[in-house]
């Protein structure tokens, strides 16, 4: 068996390099792009590398549309040029060329003299929680200008870092430092929700505990959804602070139990039969999880089950999310990282867990969800 691996090992590296000298070959390249049956092939690569290359100018298109308001603007209705750079407070010349630029990414649209709402405009100003993250990675923005520094320096130490830093620090946090954190969260929590309450039957558990659940936003769409369970929070007690004004404005806060506390310092609750992570261990480095999976472990009841639900590392057809974006996200956050679910299961075995299942959801690229049983 060895020796098969091995001799496939070879055939594939020879396979590899005799490749990339193709592809890599100028003449190739354009002997391609010439042949009627490679040429939409060719096109189809170039414009993806061009994409790749070109990324960059196009999310900070996206980002003057969100920050201008000029999707929101538009899908009041279509405009004029004139009206519109009046309303964005940007001269016409430069107006024009944001409206080109964001026609180009479908984001607007002509509609004869004037400008409307594109396809994926539309679908952007849907998802709250998008424009929210678009907003926020002026931060991120500024830590990947040198990625190569950031890499060295082994992360962290950035404006990212530096807005999450009451996430890093021992101490409980106060109402200033948790409210940027706590509502960026809270309005990008509905994607995630969205996917990881199809994914679950939340209704066949007593009650449930939402450990690092922020502001509570995926507790009250749970709640939203099944009558049921009984709703417990736990989090720094100046961000549970935040999240009883949420439970009362949606009417579950007789249904909502708050608990205040640090998850690695302070006991977990006991008494739930269900506790979720959602979006909560891939912000840690793999001791601090392995630390929070065991305490959880102990504070669940004989049959009890933990749910996990994040974007994970080498998912198919989500790798861009997992391996690339949080990937690097989370280095400029200077803590945690991305796993896969093989590598997932493995810290689940190794704190007690049996029965880790992975429940299909309808978009990984925004989240994966895992459960396993004590």
Avoid at 42 to 62: M, N, W
Avoid at 202 to 215: A, I, K, T
């Amino acid at each position: 068996m060895k020796t098969y691996h091995h001799l496939f090992a070879r055939v594939r590296e020879r396979w590899l390099d005799c490749r990339n000298r193709l592809l890599a070959d100028p003449r190739v390249q354009h002997a391609a792009q010439r042949f009627p049956l490679s040429r939409p092939i060719a096109r189809r690569r170039a414009g993806a590398l061009f994409d790749l290359v070109a990324g960059f100018t196009y999310s900070q298109i996206l980002a003057a549309c969100v920050e201008t308001g000029l999707l929101a603007l538009l899908a009041r209705g279509p405009a004029d040029g004139r009206t519109i750079a009046a309303q964005l407070d940007l001269p016409v010349a430069g107006a024009e060329r944001l409206l080109r630029g964001a026609a180009a990414l479908r984001l607007v649209e002509p509609c004869g003299a004037d400008w409307a709402l594109g396809s994926d405009g539309a679908a952007l100003l849907g998802n709250p929680g998008i424009t929210a993250m678009i907003a926020h990675h002026r931060l991120l923005y500024a830590d990947l200008a040198d990625p190569v520094a950031l890499l060295r320096r082994g992360g962290g130490g950035g404006a990212v870092s530096d807005h999450w830093h009451y996430a890093e620090s021992a101490g409980q946090g106060d109402a200033a430092a948790v409210s940027a954190y706590s509502t960026l969260m809270a309005a990008s929590q509905p994607m995630v929700a969205g996917q990881t309450l199809a994914a679950y039957r939340f209704d066949r558990h007593r009650r449930v505990l939402d450990v690092g659940g922020g502001e509570g936003a995926f507790l009250c769409a749970l709640g939203a959804r099944f009558a049921t369970p009984g709703l417990g929070l736990f989090d720094l007690p100046a961000v549970t602070e935040r999240a009883r004004g949420r439970f009362d404005s949606a009417g579950m806060g007789a249904r909502a139990t708050l608990h205040g506390g640090d998850f690695l310092a302070d006991p977990l609750p006991e008494g739930y039969d269900l506790i979720t992570l959602v979006r909560v261990l891939h912000d840690h480095d793999d001791a601090v999880a392995l630390t929070l999976l065991r305490r959880i472990h102990a504070a669940l009841p004989p049959g009890g089950t933990l749910l996990i639900a994040e974007p994970m590392a080498q998912t198919p057809g989500a790798e861009r999310s997992g391996d690339a974006y949080f990937g690097f996200y989370l280095l400029a956050m200077g803590t945690g990282r991305p796993r896969s679910v093989a590598e997932i299961r493995a810290m689940l075995h190794a704190v007690g867990f049996g029965q880790v299942r992975t429940r299909r959801t309808a978009l990984p690229l925004i989240t994966c969800v895992i459960t396993a049983t004590r």
